[in-house]
């Protein structure tokens, strides 16, 4: 069956630099949630969408931003990085609020 | 005080033993996730309940909404179980997951 594809999976920048980080949800998810993982630490919710619209806001920075697109796969940006953005970042999709599915994870390291 | 407590943080166990990996939360909530993360970082669903029991293979899950609490369950436990296994909650007015500590799992043959 298919999963939540993420992309990059690994990905290194220097501080000041910009990220884009991708989500493609499993078919027919329509809601996309994105997570941040600090080393050593619980994930931490940032954004999420439903049917292409912010749906809920946590804990993200304003330097990040992100959007879900008509093909419903998703983008986050985040610019100005910082030493402490560096963490695994978390895509899960679920179909409306069933089950959340979880990517890969992509690994963004700043340097 | 987090708003979602899980016990014990680490849990050592022989391959074939019953073990138990509690989770309290403070929150009303709409349903609840366990989840499981292997080194390297994946995170797999392993279920999501709002009431009553879910079982799977050799996983159960149980809710006591009026408590609080969930417990998972594994039967027979293998080294392959060996994770961190995480609860999460979903606040009853919002979408997000609220995350526990997560119970560090190694099972050793």
């Known amino acids: 069956a298919a999963g939540v594809i993420q992309s990059p999976r690994h990905l290194i920048k220097e501080k000041r630099e910009t990220a884009t980080l991708k989500c493609y949800p499993i078919p027919r998810h329509d809601t996309v949630y994105w997570y941040q993982q600090g080393p050593g630490q619980d994930p931490q919710f940032l954004i999420s969408f439903y049917e292409k619209m912010q749906s809920d806001k946590g804990s993200i920075p304003d330097r990040f931003s992100a959007q879900q697109f008509s093909d419903y796969h998703s983008e986050l940006n985040m610019s100005s990085l910082e030493l402490g953005d560096s963490a695994l970042y978390f895509c899960?999709?679920?179909?409306?609020?069933?089950?959340?599915?979880f990517g890969p994870g992509t690994r963004l390291t700043v340097l | 005080k987090n708003e979602v407590e899980q016990s014990p943080q680490n849990l050592t166990a022989q391959e074939g033993e019953f073990i138990t990996i509690n989770c309290s939360y403070s929150?009303?909530?709409?349903?609840l996730h366990w989840l499981q993360q292997h080194p390297g970082g994946g995170i797999v669903s392993l279920f999501m309940?709002?009431?009553g029991k879910k079982k799977h293979g050799r996983l159960i899950a149980t809710i006591n909404i009026q408590e609080k609490h969930s417990s998972l369950h594994i039967t027979a436990s293998h080294p392959r179980d060996s994770a961190v296994y995480i609860c999460?909650?979903?606040?009853?007015?919002?979408?997000?997951?609220?995350f526990g500590t997560g119970t560090r799992l190694q099972v050793f043959p």
């Open positions: 309940l709002s009431s």
């Open positions: 899960a999709s679920s179909f409306s609020t069933d089950t959340q599915y």
């Open positions: 999460a909650v979903r606040s009853a007015n919002t979408d997000k997951l609220i």
């Open positions: 929150v009303g909530i709409s349903a």
